[in-house]
């Protein structure tokens, strides 16, 4: 079964900063991996998401993240944050026919002004 | 965009009574919906997936009978807590899926559930 680990409990950045997520995964096939955000409140909304080809995935908001095999690795980056990216980050995998996710405990962004 | 909804958004409910959630996708089918529950501060974890038309599958450790889910159209399925205690206290989210595969699950914005 396919698993995921975000190192990061919570991470504190300047507005402005960079901003840069761990996430690593456990899975003996290429996983469809995936980076979602949670405002409070709010429902999951997908940041970006891999499949195949390139490694480097855009997203939205000024999101990307890089998938390195070696590495068992998808860490999310945005090259400079604000202070609406506070929130929680879930990095999370999916394999098989049956497209389950599994998440990550999640990473807690707080933005300083 | 493809929307989910849940409601209620919130219930505070006595324990040893059911609660009734549900989850509508807005403007698309979804064959397949998925509940999740999540504690707080922590990560989601699947409790059952939903196909419509047929009896949920339900992850290991999720019992059946507590968490009844019925996915009677492409638009609908609900959760319903039965004899709820307050261990079953928690944030129930769901969400829909297409036919279109795996990039295709969106989220609903969760309900929470506070038994006394």
């Known amino acids: 079964a396919q698993s995921v680990t975000q190192p990061d409990i919570h991470i504190t950045v300047s507005e402005g900063a960079s901003l840069e997520l761990r996430c690593n995964y456990s899975y003996g096939a290429t996983p469809y991996l995936f980076w979602y955000v949670q405002s409070p409140g709010q429902g999951l909304q997908l940041l970006l998401k891999?499949?195949?080809?390139?490694?480097l995935v855009q997203g939205i908001k000024g999101f990307e993240a890089e998938f390195k095999r070696s590495q068992s690795s998808f860490n999310l980056r945005k090259p400079s944050v604000h202070w609406s990216d506070a929130a929680e980050y879930f990095c999370?995998?999916?394999?098989?026919?049956?497209?389950?996710?599994?998440f990550g405990a999640g990473t807690t962004v707080t933005v300083r002004a | 965009g493809a929307v989910v909804s849940q409601h209620p958004s919130r219930v505070i409910c006595k324990s040893g009574t059911s609660v009734k959630i549900e989850c509508r996708s807005l403007d698309f089918q979804a064959t397949t919906m998925f509940w999740y529950r999540q504690f707080p501060k922590q990560s989601l974890m699947l409790m059952a997936t939903?196909?419509?038309?047929?009896?949920?599958?339900?992850e290991q450790g999720v019992e059946k009978d507590k968490f009844l889910i019925n996915h009677a159209s492409l638009t609908l399925s609900t959760l319903t807590v039965t004899s709820a205690h307050p261990e079953d206290s928690s944030f129930y989210i769901c969400?829909?899926?297409?036919?279109?595969?795996?990039?295709?699950?969106?989220f609903g914005p969760g309900t929470r559930l506070t038994v006394l």
């Open positions: 891999y499949f195949s080809g390139d490694t």
């Open positions: 969400s829909a899926q297409t036919s279109g595969g795996a990039d295709e699950q969106f």
């Open positions: 939903s196909n419509e038309g047929s009896k949920a599958t339900y």
């Open positions: 999370a995998v999916g394999a098989g026919g049956d497209y389950k996710l599994s």
